[in-house]
Structure formats: structure tokens, C-alpha cells
């Protein structure tokens, strides 16, 4: 299922060179073709002949049949609503709450088991008119709208034909008219149907298989102004076919089904041949569904090739999209296949951007490998002054004085991209007191910052806590806005300067979506430490995420107390909950994983945004607290949140064994 899903981008845009010589009348006209990679879909012929309604109920049921199992797949489900907690919140008298958070005695065989992997239908629902788009149990936004708002899945090309076969069954009947209810039934009955058809359009062109589709000039017309302009308009012409050579026969199906049944029927295939076509005859509602699937299934593999489409199509939103992709996912963006085929002003833009989280070595390879890739295009040879030539301007935007002198001297200097002056100006710009002028910037990108989610108001230790043997601390959490986590900070030792191994790992549904083994020196405060994936990780909105550490070092460390279920950081708001693979003693209340790391939207300070200062919700307290978040160093010193005397397990909410 999912190489079902996956969004056929490269035959696509490899054909984004080829000009466009065909015009249609409309307001908007795009000068790249688009490929197809279904299969033919033929118009069945409309028989008029007396058929035995036996066996046209037989046909329709059997149809039915079909399409109702195609529809049919498991819904996906989140992940569960936490496990046993491990803590509890006990109030006692004087005001004062003592929260107990008590650990097992001995380590599980596996402290980081996943539980059974929930799979989710991977089929994508959109409502035709209605402002919900729902994809496995994440969900996104898309444009307002009214209309039936009936849902339709993606059932590949194999649908088209059982739905226009049925219209040619139920249509065969001379009484068909009394079957339909309604007109949107009796419209959806003429969909590819050559019953009452007064134009036909031959569409597809060199790289499709042309297909002839009937359709009705009315309802095309009342659906697109471009549509009204070419059968009703002042420059209408009478032609009984129209040859379409741009648009792909499965994507004009799907126009053609959204203006007849207001449904919409999107498949990963031809997404991009769709939104084409939405564009070119002005159908705004099924451009923005096409965009909402493009964000939904936009990952860092994808991202360059997306930008380069939503910047041909002028889909702003989308490429904001694909910018926060590409700027905390560079690395993984710039090593996808598909980066080699964006366009020259993309390529360009990527290059120049200032907040790109990315090594210069690495976008100096990838432009490598860019222009390898066109050289081929072109069928020269793939010879350096070649790739240099490709390249032009761009390589000028990448900040090679930013390398390391390692990087630059075994890397750059000896691919041949460089000429001789440029190599021996660089090297004195490495080394020289006297540097010279350089043609490349010499600043480094700022990269994005990372921001802190810190989901306790205070901490604290005690002589016999916190202990780890191996056993594993992990949380739950959501988020209400797309965003990328870097890594976590963790609570070290409160018995003296110690190092730290730790095996962090982040999962969703029981699947592991990144870990890491790394290490931290925990010089004996109630800081936190931070350590970090290798990559960030996508995080999509309304999904529980599982965030797990187990750490080998110093037994007794600072823990987490008075916790938040709820944490607002700048315009993101987490929700934590209690995680069932949490075996040594973490939940909401308190606990190992103080902070979140992560790359978001810009924030906005909490004394500037009242809403951001009451937002968490301490558990287990009498009052709710304000809620603290740290975006700026390294580490948050948990003395200042407590106050004098707090790390000697003195005072409000002290943890006791």
C-alpha cells in the first residue's frame, strides 16, 4: 500500500521541459506538460438496445460490489491513550502537595518493547466541498467551502471504469430518469457517459495514451468560466471534438467527476497532473483539495520537487510548506532522489536561503550531483568544467569559506569545479592573516533556532532517587501545529560531575521513527542536558507521539516534579500524557524527559501573549502555575525554578520514596 501512496514525481516533472503549444482560452495557461502513469480508461459506448432488467441489476450489484470493496479498509487509530502511570498526586494538609512517584524494582526483559504496530487504511478521503481532510487519523485544514461534501477514496484507475460502465448500465434503462432522486444523481449519471454527449475531448497527448471522453457542454459550462468562455462565449467555436494534448486522460477524469458528481477522487499518480488541470480551467476547489494532499504527503524526500511545482503552479501556502521542510530537513532534502530534477530558479533558491539547517559540504555535493544530472539532460559530457558550466551563478550562492579547512582541502579543492586562483584564494582565506577577496559569501547561514518545550515547573532529588538499571523512561505528547523534533533534554546527576550514556529513540503507533546512542557530561547540577537525533523529525499535528531515553550512568540524578499535561511554546501547545513503556517511574506528574527540542513556527514571547501564560496546568496542585518555557541556551537550571532550598528535598512538592 504504500508504494501506492507514494507520489510519482519524477516521470512528472521530467517532463517539465517540454513547452506547451496548445492554448484553450482560459486565464491561465502553464507552459510544462504532465506525465500519466495509469492506464487507459475507454468511455463505454451507449446502447440503446431493450436489456433484461434482470440482468442489469445483476451488472449494477456486481459493480457495487466492487467499488464498495475497493472503499473498504481498516481506519487508523492513535496512539492509545497511555498506560498505567506511574506516579500519583496525594494533597496534604497545610496547603502543601506531595507528590509520590514511586519505581519498580526490577528491570523488564525489553524496557524499550514496543507494543503492536497499529496499521491505518492507507487510503485518502477528501470531502468535495467541506473543510475537513482526513488522512489515516491525522487531519488538516483546507479551503471553506459548501456543497454534498460526500467523500470519495482513492481506488486507482480500475474505479473510473466501473463507475463509467455503471452509468452506461443505468442509463441502458429508458426509464433511468426515475431511478435518480436528485439532480446531482442524474448529473453524475451522464459522468464519461455519451448519452446526450455534445462535445467530445481527445485527450492526452505524446507521452499518454490519448483518450476520447464524452461530456456535456451545460454542466461543464456551469462548473468553469473557462469552460462557459470556450462553448458560451463571445469567441465560442462549434467543434464537436476538442483535442486536450496537456492535460493526462485520468486527471481530466478526475476534473470531469468533481464537475458532474462534486466528488473528489485523488490518487498519488496523478496529483500534480490534476492540480494542472484544476488550474488551467479554474476550478478553485479542487485545486486547494489538491494542494491540502500535497501537504499532507509532503516529507523531506519530497519537499525540493514540490517547491518546484507549487512555485509553477503559485500555490503560496504550499511552498511555505516546503520551505519548513526543507529548512529544518536540508540534509535529507538536498540526498533525496528527486532533488536533481528541480528547476535552475529553484535550485537557486534553496542555495541562497539563509536558514537552511545544513552543512556547506553537503550542498556543495548535492549541486554536484545537480549538475551531473544535467549535463545528461543535455547529453554533454559529464567533465567538470561541463558540471561548472551547468551550474553558472549557483555555485557562487553555496558558502565554501564557511567549510572547514578539512572539508574545503579534501573535498572541494580536489573535485575541478573550482579554478586554480579560486582554490588558491580560498586556501589563503583558511590561513593567511592578509585574506583575500572571495567571490563566494563567507558568512555562515543562520540556520533555524531551536526552541524548548519544558514540561515541568520544577525539579529536585533524593537520596535514594532517581535510579535507571536499565529500565526505560518514556512520555507521550501531541502538538497542535507541524513541527520538528531535534532531540531531548534530560536531568543528570545530582551526586557530583558524571557522563552519561543514553539510547533515545521516537516513536508513533509503536513504529521507531529515529533513535540514537549518544552521551552527555552532567556536571552535577539540576541544569538539563540536552542530546539530539541525527536528523529532526517531522511531527504531524493531532498524532501521540512516544518519546523514550534509557540512561546508563550515575544511579542517582534530579527529577522532574509538579507536571504540566498541557504546555504552550509561543503559537504550539503539547499535550502530554502517561506512556505504557515507561518502566522506571516517568509520566506526566514527574520524571525523567524534562524538555522537548524542536524547530516550529516563530513563537511569540510570553510576557507580549497572555494566552501563554497560564496555558499549562500543573497535575496534582491546588493552583495552576505559569507556564515555563525556555528558548534560548542550553540549559535550564531548575534551582531557579525552585527556589532556595528546593534541591535538598525541602519545601512544596518534594518526591519521597
Given amino acids: 500500500m504504500a508504494n501506492n501512496n507514494r507520489l510519482s514525481l519524477k516521470s512528472i516533472n521530467k517532463r517539465n521541459q517540454e513547452a506547451m503549444s496548445h ?6 495557461i502553464n507552459v510544462e506538460t504532465l506525465n500519466n502513469g495509469n492506464g487507459l480508461l475507454l468511455s463505454p459506448p451507449h446502447n440503446n438496445s431493450a436489456n433484461n432488467h434482470h440482468q442489469q441489476q445483476q451488472q449494477r450489484s456486481a459493480i457495487a460490489a466492487a467499488g464498495a470493496g475497493a472503499a473498504t479498509g ?8 497511555g498506560g498505567p502511570t506511574s506516579g500519583s498526586g496525594t494533597a496534604t494538609g497545610g496547603g502543601e502537595h506531595n507528590i509520590q512517584i514511586t519505581q519498580p524494582i526490577s528491570a523488564p526483559s525489553s524496557p524499550l518493547a514496543s507494543p503492536g504496530v497499529i496499521t491505518s487504511s492507507a487510503l485518502f478521503c477528501l470531502p468535495s466541498s467541506s473543510s475537513g481532510v482526513t488522512s489515516g487519523g491525522s487531519s488538516s485544514s483546507s479551503g471553506g467551502g459548501s456543497g454534498s461534501g460526500s467523500y470519495v477514496c482513492s481506488a486507482g484507475a480500475a474505479n473510473q471504469i466501473s463507475n463509467a460502465a455503471m452509468n452506461a448500465v443505468d442509463t441502458a434503462d429508458p426509464n433511468w430518469q426515475a431511478t435518480k432522486a436528485t439532480v446531482l444523481e442524474r448529473n453524475a449519471a451522464m459522468f464519461n ?11 492526452g497527448g505524446e507521452f499518454d495514451c490519448v483518450q476520447t471522453i464524452p461530456a456535456h457542454k451545460y454542466i461543464l459550462a456551469t462548473g468553469s468560466s473557462v469552460f462557459y468562455a470556450m462553448f458560451y462565449g463571445g469567441l465560442a467555436e462549434n ?13 481530466f477524469l478526475t476534473l470531469l467527476r468533481y464537475l458532474y458528481c462534486d466528488e473528489i477522487q485523488l490518487e498519488p499518480d496523478n496529483i500534480l497532473a490534476t492540480l494542472y488541470a484544476a488550474k488551467k480551467y479554474i476550478v478553485p476547489h479542487l485545486a486547494r483539495a489538491c494542494v491540502n494532499y500535497l501537504e499532507v504527503k509532503l516529507t523531506a524526500k519530497n519537499a525540493c520537487l514540490l517547491l518546484s511545482q507549487s512555485r509553477l503552479f503559485e500555490e503560496p501556502e504550499l511552498m511555505q510548506r516546503c520551505w519548513e521542510v526543507i529548512d529544518a530537513q536540508a540534509e535529507m532534502a538536498i540526498k533525496s532522489e ?5 528547476d535552475l530558479k529553484t ?9 537552511l539547517n545544513c552543512k556547506e559540504i553537503h550542498l556543495f555535493e548535492a549541486a554536484l550531483n545537480w549538475a551531473l544530472n544535467a549535463c545528461q539532460k543535455m547529453g554533454v559530457d559529464v567533465t567538470a568544467p561541463n558540471k561548472r558550466s551547468m551550474l553558472g551563478q549557483a555555485l557562487h550562492l553555496i558558502r565554501i569559506p ?23 584564494d580560498i586556501f589563503l582565506h583558511f590561513t593567511a592573516q592578509s585574506k583575500p577577496h572571495l567571490s563566494f559569501p563567507t558568512r555562515a547561514r543562520a540556520g533555524l533556532k531551536t526552541q524548548v518545550c519544558h514540561r515541568f515547573q520544577s525539579c529536585a532529588y533524593r537520596s535514594n532517587q532517581w535510579r535507571y538499571r536499565g529500565r526505560c523512561d518514556s512520555i507521550q505528547f501531541s502538538v497542535d501545529r507541524r513541527i520538528f523534533i531535534v532531540g531531548f533534554g534530560l536531568y543528570g546527576s545530582s551526586t557530583g560531575a558524571a557522563n552519561y550514556n543514553v539510547k533515545i529513540e521516537l516513536k508513533r503507533l509503536g513504529r521507531t521513527l529515529a533513535e540514537n546512542d549518544t552521551k552527555f557530561f552532567s556536571d552535577g547540577s539540576s541544569n538539563t542536558f540536552h542530546v539530539f537525533f541525527e536528523n529532526p523529525i517531522q511531527i504531524e499535528p493531532e498524532c501521540y507521539y512516544t518519546a523514550s531515553v534509557i540512561l546508563d550512568g550515575n544511579e542517582l540524578s534530579f527529577f522532574g516534579q509538579e507536571g504540566m499535561s498541557e504546555v504552550c511554546m509561543g503559537n504550539v501547545t503539547f499535550q502530554f500524557q502517561c506512556s505504557s ?8 506528574q514527574g520524571g525523567q524527559i524534562p524538555e522537548l527540542i524542536f524547530y516550529g513556527p516563530t513563537t511569540v514571547t510570553a510576557l507580549s501573549s497572555p494566552t501563554n501564560s497560564l496555558c499549562p496546568t500543573p497535575i496534582g496542585a491546588g493552583s495552576s502555575g505559569g507556564g515555563v518555557s525556555n528558548s534560548g541556551g542550553l540549559h535550564v537550571n531548575c534551582d531557579d525554578l525552585l527556589g532556595s532550598g528546593s534541591s535538598d528535598g525541602g519545601g512544596s512538592g518534594a518526591l519521597s520514596a
Fill in 338 to 342: 528527486d532533488f536533481v530534477d528541480i
Fill in 193 to 203: 457517459n455519451e448519452l446526450m454527449s455534445d462535445v467530445k475531448f481527445v485527450v
Fill in 402 to 424: 564557511t567549510m572547514t579547512l578539512e572539508e574545503f582541502a579534501n573535498g572541494v579543492a580536489q573535485t575541478g569545479i573550482l579554478t586554480s586562483q579560486e582554490t588558491i
Fill in 347 to 355: 535550485f537557486e533558491s534553496i542555495l541562497s536561503r539563509e536558514t
Fill in 581 to 588: 513503556e515507561s518502566t522506571n517511574g516517568t509520566g506526566v
Fill in 23 to 28: 492554448s484553450q482560452m482560459n486565464a491561465w
Fill in 239 to 251: 467543434k464537436q471534438e476538442i483535442k486536450v494534448p496537456d492535460v493526462e486522460p485520468s486527471a
Fill in 74 to 81: 481498516g481506519g487508523g487509530g492513535s496512539s492509545g491513550g
